[in-house]
């Protein structure tokens, strides 16, 4: 039985879709998983890296602002911070770089290494297992679990923390403990 209005229905209907289902539609296929994280790593990078004709001081063509950002040029608290940069917030509270802070999230220095050459598509994929010294039998197996760590973790947004007072009495013992 339907219980949404008409007025909601097509709403409620697009953001049920499989696609759009974190659980129900997880890819399946290492194709698949690989087409997401590629596809939705791309659509982090600036759309334009250089200004144009200027230049900096040692001839090189200058970056956007955007492009500093991105990489963290612009932050200047404590440079190769990767995961804080990562993690940026925007203004609603949502992750500027979502697959770059899921990225980051993945335990293993050497798999989030491999996540990133992987996902920048400079490289086939065959070609950054090798890098990686992964044996081609199990590049396949290797890859697929490596992107089904990253759906798990991939969030648009932090989780939220629930504060002291939305905790219950047990909850906070707990943390007093701990």
């Not at 039985?1 to 974190?22: A, C, E, F, P, V």
């Not at 063509?61 to 955007?66: K, L, Q, S, V």
């Amino acid at each position: 039985m339907n219980l949404r209005s008409s007025q909601y229905q097509i709403d409620h209907d697009l953001s049920t879709r499989k696609g759009r289902d974190r659980i129900k539609g997880k890819p399946q296929t290492l194709h698949e998983m690989l087409s997401w994280a590629q596809h939705a790593y791309a659509l982090e990078a600036p759309a334009k890296l250089h200004s144009g004709a200027t230049l900096e001081e040692d001839g090189d063509p200058a970056m956007t602002g955007e492009a500093k950002a991105y990489i963290g040029f612009h932050d200047h608290n404590e440079p190769n911070d990767w995961r804080r940069i990562a993690r940026r917030l925007d203004e609603d509270g949502c992750y500027v770089t979502p697959m770059r802070a899921a990225i980051e999230e993945i335990p293993g220095l050497q798999r989030r290494a491999f996540l990133r050459a992987l996902l920048v598509q400079v490289f086939h994929a065959k070609d950054v297992t090798r890098d990686c010294d992964i044996p081609d039998w199990a590049s396949g197996d290797v890859t697929f679990m490596s992107l089904a760590q990253l759906w798990d973790v991939w969030r648009d947004k932090p989780l939220p923390r629930p504060s002291w007072v939305d905790l219950s009495d047990s909850q906070r013992n707990a943390l007093d403990i701990a």
